[in-house]
């Protein structure tokens, strides 16, 4: 690069800095990492500047070790240009463009897909020219005396939004007097695996214990139904997370660490899936034994009908206009509330029970240490309801991220059946699949508002499945009016992707 050309990039990082400091070690530098990587989407481009020996590969490092979860080996791409990590929603592409002569070369390293749709890490980025897209986060490292560094990150407007008020500077200080205040000052910091909620996780460590931090940014999410279901799970001797210190004013838990062997990756890593799912059962089963007055803590909300359709109508809300192209009126937006409103009063009949909510393999962590039921760690719990026993064993057997064998979920079907002497499997039956048909509308219309306004288009790779499962839902006989609303008005040649481009109301 000559020196007219490194003078225009040096006066753009200032140009667009939207934060500068020092960083005072390396330990600095991946802590760094780890609350950028925590920001990182689908599209995403970062750009690592700066001299030989300036910290970019210790960065990349610890951001993609940030994204991963957990430690794994992180080769140099030197020599081979690009080197790619799979995430259960993504695919991180590391760039090293040191050796490229000509920009146009990025296009045989795939470049342009990772754009797309990857999460991209480039270092030595001036190589790409105009090539570099103009959304990208730079971040740019410099020497500054001994082990310290320092880093400017610059970016367009769209940064700028999306850094204001991310762990990078005032509410880190708050999570680092949270910290003090229980105990763990000076803890390490590993950022977790994050999803699609505005909270954050990291795992900190301190003289050998371990904990599990929630950063759950106030004007976004409320800790307090957490803390309510965790401490009544525990009461009735499931395994959700201890609470080992809390600040609901700012959004803070330090919770039990429960390991790192979540159901995803035990069965990632073939794990024994009769034994996960069999086990996953037993909880429901166990939970569901106990009578209303203590399975459902006092105050808990219903899951009724209000709630169910606001749910549901995330399918005629996004979905729709984003897959027709234009907004859902309001007679068929009716109509669509009318067939719901026919089926649910199935649902709320019978006994009722606490319903979990997101009660599949990624909220679920294996714990071969404990007994019984309790061997089945609990996550993600805070949406927790009063409803019918059908919608979690639902939504463990129709889960909308992965296929499972027809036959297991017959026979997890038959062994939760046979816990209970009077079980009615006539209305058991209706209710599993009212409930799914309402759960699988609405994941479609949450994956869509995700791509849509969210800029997150990772999870429409799942929205075939979760029509299978819908299509599947109204089989049921007494689905046939949702199902004729269905074919009415979403017919089957129109049940594609949607396009992230498009407006919903």
């Known amino acids: 690069m000559d020196a007219g050309t490194l003078r225009i990039k040096r006066e753009r990082v200032a140009m667009n800095a939207i934060m500068e400091k020092i960083l005072e070690d390396e330990n600095a530098t991946r802590a760094l990492a780890g609350r950028v990587a925590a920001l990182a989407r689908s599209g995403d481009v970062f750009a690592l500047a700066g001299d030989l020996g300036a910290g970019k590969t210790v960065f990349a490092r610890a951001f993609i070790e940030a994204l991963e979860g957990h430690d794994e080996e992180v080769p140099s791409p030197t020599f081979t240009l690009v080197q790619t990590y799979e995430l259960p929603e993504n695919l991180i592409y590391h760039f090293d463009l040191y050796r490229l002569e000509n920009p146009e070369e990025a296009y045989e390293l795939d470049i342009e897909e990772a754009f797309a749709e990857g999460i991209s890490l480039i270092e030595w980025p001036d190589r790409l020219g105009t090539l570099l897209p103009e959304g990208a ?28 008020g991310a762990a990078l500077s005032g509410r880190r200080a708050l999570i680092d007097g949270f910290l003090k205040a229980a105990g763990w000052a000076g803890a390490e910091h590993r950022l977790l695996a994050g999803d699609a909620s505005f909270r954050r996780y990291e795992r900190v460590s301190l003289d050998g214990r371990r904990a599990m931090l929630m950063d759950a940014p106030p004007e976004h999410e409320d800790v307090r139904p957490f803390l309510a279901i965790a401490r009544h799970l525990k009461g009735l001797g499931f395994s959700a997370p201890d609470v080992l210190a809390e600040d609901t004013a700012n959004g803070f838990l330090l919770l039990e660490d429960l390991g790192e062997d979540t159901y995803t990756r035990m069965l990632a890593n073939g794990g024994d899936e009769e034994a996960l799912y069999v086990l996953a059962t037993d909880v429901l089963i166990a939970l569901h034994r106990l009578p209303e007055d203590q399975a459902i803590p006092g105050g808990l909300l219903p899951y009724d009908d209000v709630r169910l359709l606001e749910e549901a109508c995330l399918l005629t809300d996004w979905y729709m206009p984003a897959i027709l192209g234009q907004e859902t009126s309001a007679e068929v937006r009716d109509s669509y509330i009318r067939a719901w409103c026919d089926l649910f009063p199935q649902v709320h009949a019978g006994k009722q029970t606490l319903v979990l909510r997101d009660y599949h393999v990624d909220n679920l962590m294996w714990l071969p240490e404990r007994d019984g039921p309790a061997r089945c760690g609990l996550l993600d719990f805070q949406d927790a309801v009063a409803g019918s026993p059908a919608y979690d064993l639902m939504s463990l057997l129709e889960d909308a991220r992965r296929d499972i064998d027809d036959s297991r979920i017959e026979r997890m079907k038959a062994r939760y059946a046979a816990a209970f002497p009077d079980f009615d499997n006539h209305a058991f039956a209706a209710r599993f699949a009212i409930l799914g048909a309402q759960r699988h509308a609405k994941v479609i219309g949450i994956f869509t508002r995700l791509c849509v306004r969210d800029g997150k288009p990772v999870y429409l790779e799942h929205i075939p499945r979760v029509w299978r499962l819908l299509e599947r839902s109204c089989k049921h006989p007494v689905l046939k009016g949702m199902r004729d609303w269905l074919d009415t008005h979403i017919p089957k040649k129109k049940r594609g992707l949607p396009s992230c481009r498009a407006k919903a109301k």
């Open 137 to 164: 986060l730079t971040v740019n490292l410099e020497h500054g005396g001994g082990n310290a560094r320092r880093v400017t990150l610059s970016g367009g407007g769209a940064w700028k939004a999306r850094l204001k």
